[in-house]
């Protein structure tokens, strides 16, 4: 690898090469407010008589071919700076001017040499941006409508209205634009050169730089079989979408017990799939591609020719829940019907719950706390009580949400659902929330009407029936009760509804709006309809509905039937860690990591090593992390020298171990808290299965599971 700094425009486009955007590349983006501040840039630097004005790096694989440089980073620029050419070159007028437009097409746009080519570009970018670009080269004004065509008259412009002439122009980017030129040579690594000056990230997302890392090492000839897999990825999938395709398809991997972060998608998909045994870039496209095409079917079932209308009504009216910590799970549940491992009817069910557990969540109020660690292994507990109790799928899958889970995340009963339509407060809610809601209890007898999408377009917003502000005619129809029953009923979902002339019905009473042109009469919304069957609208009418309701929202999502089980774990007494609880005395023989696979244990030492050994597996870095941090809870051996090697555990093929000495129990809970906080995790998230109970055990300072003197934490 060389580095130089050089001239942008007189060293690195004034050569007898060309410059390929290879297809593993994101398309040209800039737009303008990133080629106004180039301008403004290079007018302060000319104000200023700066020399140089640097316009950071560019990194050039010359081994890409005879005359040929594949421009691995800093094509944005080079793209941008080649338009600027373009337009200088269009900006002199007359034949007086006709031997600089000459100079500059020859010198810094045309290659004459290039045989592949029409137009001859020295600049070739990636397919789909190559056309219009030579458009824009060739054409000029003349061009078709593009981006490229956008910010070429963009620059034509800004260089008109600027105080400085085209040949000033060309003077200042031809001979003071730098660039710090990186040269990949024969034996260089371009992917990790790219990835060590790109370590921020800047300008691309988790997707581009996965993409990089699957393209760019490979051979010429492959690149283009790899780049038309990935094509077919990004066209199912959407290029805007692709770093949340790639995070949820990680998730779906269950290969940890917590959800892939954001930030953190391509280094888990180079940690988890890369560094993989047999890794080939090629197998592992056509695979995502296949997940694609799952993933599209149950994210986008409008564009997709999905058969069953059964399953593409439920997947649209899950989609309205905009809840995306459940496409994990869906990939694995879609990949098992793909498969034949469940049927039609098995994955209908599924949804069908889903959408149930969801909605009478957002209808009772329940926080969303903790459903995307649950969803990222939902299919392997699934799978785990679907073989330990004999249960199809669907069965089991509702077993484990009213069985088998925390209890904020148990499935909500009918009474949680009619205790929050006697109480909660529809009106405050999340727009979106309300409309799936009135939506959802519209439908459920008869034809569907869209009340979502026309909400979402403002075609409708929320009206109450008894108006917020009462007039005396109001008050006079509630009784002398009114002030009691308004403030009692006024934002329950019982008195409201939708209506697209919520100003015309304002506080008008309700005979009125009943009855008036565009009232409930002529709503065709099945819910006002509903309305019209009153006179008067007063604690009776009220109650009335929020009794239809009620029985519309248990026909919307019904509670799922379980035939009769023999619980496994009924003997079982599961308990949750609680900090500052006192478990002096207390025998476990099983613990689980936020309701994954069961670990069998002897005691609460083997629980521990248990526990380090699963969150090394599932996320050594933050094990290295904590190392560097010194927090005296992991050490690297190789710099540091244990005083007892009693009261550490090594970690398996690395320097590092762990703290696992102890005094007492609150030292012993503390101890467990730290190695799950360093890796992303909460004491909440631990069960442990108890089997007997010793109360007011008098703390000896020896540890009752190996009856070794340990020292604990240095606190």
Same mark, same amino acid.
């Given at each position: 690898?060389? !580095?130089?700094?050089?001239?942008?425009?007189?060293?690195?486009?004034?050569?007898?090469?060309?410059?390929?955007?290879?297809?593993?590349?994101?398309?040209?983006?800039?737009?303008?407010?990133?080629?106004?501040?180039?301008?403004?840039?290079?007018?302060?630097?000319?104000?200023?008589?700066?020399?140089?004005?640097?316009?950071?790096?560019?990194?050039?694989?010359?081994?890409?071919?005879?005359?040929?440089?594949?421009?691995?980073?800093?094509?944005?620029?080079?793209?941008?700076?080649?338009?600027?050419?373009?337009?200088?070159?269009?900006?002199?007028?007359?034949?007086?001017?006709?031997?600089?437009?000459?100079?500059?097409?020859?010198?810094? @746009?045309?290659?004459?040499?290039?045989?592949?080519?029409?137009?001859?570009?020295?600049?070739?970018?990636?397919?789909?941006?190559?056309?219009?670009?030579? *458009?824009?080269?060739?054409?000029?004004?003349?061009?078709?409508?593009?981006?490229?065509?956008?910010?070429? =008259?963009?620059?034509?412009?800004?260089?008109?209205?600027?105080?400085?002439?085209? +040949?000033?122009?060309?003077?200042?980017?031809?001979?003071?634009?730098?660039?710090?030129?990186?040269?990949?040579?024969?034996?260089?690594?371009?992917?990790?050169?790219? =990835?060590?000056?790109?370590?921020?990230?800047?300008?691309?997302?988790?997707?581009?730089?996965?993409? &990089?890392?699957?393209?760019?090492?490979?051979?010429?000839?492959?690149?283009?079989?790899?780049?038309?897999?990935?094509?077919?990825?990004?066209?199912?999938?959407?290029?805007?979408?692709?770093?949340?395709?790639?995070?949820?398809?990680?998730?779906?991997?269950?290969?940890?017990?917590?959800?892939?972060?954001?930030?953190?998608?391509?280094?888990?998909?180079?940690?988890?799939?890369?560094?993989?045994?047999?890794?080939?870039?090629?197998?592992?496209?056509?695979?995502?591609?296949?997940?694609? &095409?799952?993933?599209?079917?149950?994210?986008?079932?409008?564009? *997709?020719?999905?058969?069953?209308?059964?399953?593409?009504?439920? $997947?649209?009216?899950?989609?309205?829940?905009?809840?995306?910590?459940?496409? %994990?799970?869906?990939?694995?549940?879609?990949?098992?019907?793909?498969?034949?491992?469940?049927?039609? *009817?098995?994955?209908?069910?599924?949804?069908?719950? @889903?959408?149930?557990?969801?909605?009478?969540?957002?209808?009772? !109020?329940?926080?969303?706390? !903790?459903? &995307?660690?649950?969803?990222?292994?939902?299919?392997?507990?699934?799978?785990?009580?679907?073989?330990?109790?004999?249960?199809?799928?669907?069965?089991?899958?509702?077993?484990?949400?009213?069985?088998?889970?925390?209890?904020?995340?148990?499935?909500?009963?009918?009474?949680?659902?009619?205790?929050?339509?006697?109480?909660?407060?529809?009106?405050?809610?999340?727009?979106?929330?309300?409309?799936?809601?009135?939506?959802?209890?519209?439908?459920?007898?008869?034809?569907?009407?869209?009340?979502?999408?026309?909400?979402?377009?403002?075609?409708?917003?929320?009206?109450?029936?008894?108006?917020?502000?009462?007039? &005396?005619?109001?008050?006079?129809?509630?009784?002398?009760?009114?002030?009691?029953?308004?403030?009692?009923?006024?934002?329950? @979902?019982?008195?409201?509804? $939708?209506?697209?002339?919520?100003?015309?019905?304002?506080?008008?009473?309700?005979?009125?709006?009943?009855?008036? +042109?565009? !009232?409930?009469?002529?709503?065709?919304?099945?819910?006002?309809?509903?309305?019209?069957?009153?006179?008067?609208?007063?604690?009776? +009418? $009220?109650?009335?509905?929020?009794? *239809?309701?009620?029985?519309?929202?248990?026909?919307?999502?019904?509670?799922?039937?379980?035939?009769?089980?023999?619980?496994?774990?009924?003997?079982?007494?599961?308990?949750?860690?609680?900090?500052?609880?006192?478990?002096?005395?207390?025998?476990?023989?099983?613990?689980?990591?936020?309701?994954?696979?069961?670990?069998?244990?002897?005691?609460?030492?083997?629980?521990?090593?248990? @526990?380090?050994?699963?969150?090394?597996?599932?996320? %050594?870095?933050?094990?290295?992390?904590?190392?560097?941090?010194?927090?005296?809870?992991?050490?690297?051996?190789?710099?540091?020298?244990?005083?007892?090697?009693?009261?550490?555990?090594?970690?398996?093929?690395?320097?590092?171990?762990?703290?696992?000495?102890?005094?007492?129990?609150?030292?012993?809970?503390?101890?467990?808290?730290?190695?799950?906080?360093? +890796?992303?995790?909460?004491?909440?998230?631990?069960?442990?299965?108890?089997?007997?109970?010793?109360?007011?055990?008098?703390?000896?300072?020896?540890?009752?599971?190996?009856?070794?003197?340990?020292?604990?934490?240095?606190?």
């Amino acid at each position: 690898m060389q !580095g130089s700094p050089q001239s942008l425009v007189k060293q690195v486009l004034y050569s007898s090469n060309s410059y390929i955007i290879p297809i593993y590349q994101r398309r040209y983006s800039w737009g303008q407010t990133q080629i106004k501040r180039l301008i403004s840039d290079l007018l302060t630097a000319h104000e200023k008589q700066m020399e140089n004005y640097f316009l950071g790096s560019m990194i050039l694989d010359t081994t890409y071919g005879l005359n040929q440089s594949a421009v691995i980073d800093g094509q944005q620029r080079l793209t941008t700076m080649s338009l600027f050419m373009i337009a200088i070159r269009d900006l002199c007028p007359g034949d007086d001017q006709a031997l600089m437009r000459e100079m500059i097409s020859d010198q810094y @746009l045309i290659n004459k040499y290039d045989k592949d080519s029409v137009a001859k570009n020295r600049l070739k970018p990636v397919p789909g941006d190559d056309i219009p670009y030579v *458009d824009v080269l060739t054409n000029g004004d003349e061009a078709k409508p593009s981006l490229f065509k956008e910010n070429y =008259e963009l620059l034509k412009r800004l260089i008109t209205d600027s105080p400085l002439s085209p +040949s000033e122009w060309l003077e200042l980017v031809t001979n003071h634009v730098q660039v710090m030129t990186i040269i990949v040579q024969q034996g260089d690594d371009a992917q990790m050169i790219f =990835e060590s000056l790109n370590s921020t990230g800047l300008d691309l997302t988790e997707s581009d730089k996965i993409r &990089n890392y699957l393209l760019m090492s490979l051979p010429k000839e492959q690149q283009l079989q790899a780049f038309t897999y990935w094509q077919e990825i990004e066209a199912l999938i959407g290029t805007e979408n692709l770093s949340h395709f790639y995070r949820d398809y990680l998730t779906s991997l269950e290969k940890s017990s917590k959800p892939t972060k954001a930030d953190q998608v391509y280094n888990d998909y180079r940690r988890e799939i890369g560094e993989g045994r047999g890794f080939d870039r090629i197998d592992q496209l056509k695979q995502e591609t296949a997940v694609a &095409n799952l993933y599209a079917r149950f994210t986008q079932p409008e564009e *997709d020719n999905i058969d069953d209308p059964i399953t593409f009504n439920l $997947l649209k009216r899950l989609g309205h829940l905009h809840i995306d910590v459940i496409n %994990p799970f869906l990939i694995q549940v879609f990949s098992q019907a793909h498969a034949g491992e469940i049927n039609a *009817d098995a994955l209908n069910n599924v949804l069908r719950i @889903l959408l149930a557990y969801l909605a009478r969540r957002l209808t009772v !109020g329940t926080p969303t706390t !903790g459903l &995307n660690g649950l969803f990222a292994t939902m299919n392997r507990t699934v799978l785990r009580y679907s073989h330990k109790v004999g249960l199809e799928y669907d069965v089991a899958f509702a077993y484990v949400l009213m069985k088998k889970v925390q209890p904020n995340k148990v499935f909500p009963s009918d009474q949680d659902v009619q205790a929050a339509l006697q109480t909660k407060d529809f009106y405050h809610i999340y727009s979106n929330s309300f409309w799936f809601i009135i939506d959802e209890l519209n439908n459920v007898h008869g034809e569907h009407q869209n009340l979502f999408e026309r909400a979402a377009q403002s075609k409708y917003s929320i009206e109450h029936i008894m108006p917020r502000n009462l007039s &005396n005619d109001w008050k006079n129809s509630l009784g002398s009760d009114w002030k009691n029953i308004h403030a009692t009923w006024i934002n329950r @979902l019982a008195n409201l509804t $939708l209506t697209g002339f919520n100003v015309q019905m304002s506080n008008r009473a309700f005979l009125v709006k009943r009855d008036m +042109s565009d !009232g409930y009469h002529d709503s065709a919304l099945k819910l006002n309809q509903w309305l019209t069957q009153w006179d008067r609208w007063d604690e009776r +009418s $009220l109650q009335a509905r929020e009794d *239809d309701l009620f029985a519309r929202a248990l026909k919307a999502w019904p509670m799922p039937t379980l035939p009769e089980i023999d619980d496994p774990d009924v003997q079982e007494d599961w308990q949750t860690l609680t900090t500052g609880e006192d478990y002096t005395g207390w025998k476990i023989n099983a613990y689980r990591l936020n309701e994954d696979a069961i670990t069998e244990v002897g005691n609460w030492k083997d629980m521990y090593e248990a @526990l380090v050994s699963q969150l090394w597996a599932e996320n %050594p870095s933050s094990f290295y992390q904590a190392a560097l941090d010194g927090n005296n809870l992991v050490v690297d051996t190789s710099k540091k020298t244990l005083s007892n090697e009693l009261r550490w555990l090594q970690l398996p093929n690395s320097t590092l171990a762990v703290n696992s000495g102890w005094v007492n129990n609150s030292l012993r809970l503390k101890q467990i808290e730290n190695v799950l906080t360093i +890796s992303d995790h909460d004491l909440s998230e631990i069960e442990i299965r108890v089997t007997k109970k010793v109360q007011n055990t008098e703390d000896t300072g020896i540890d009752e599971d190996d009856g070794q003197e340990n020292d604990g934490l240095q606190e």
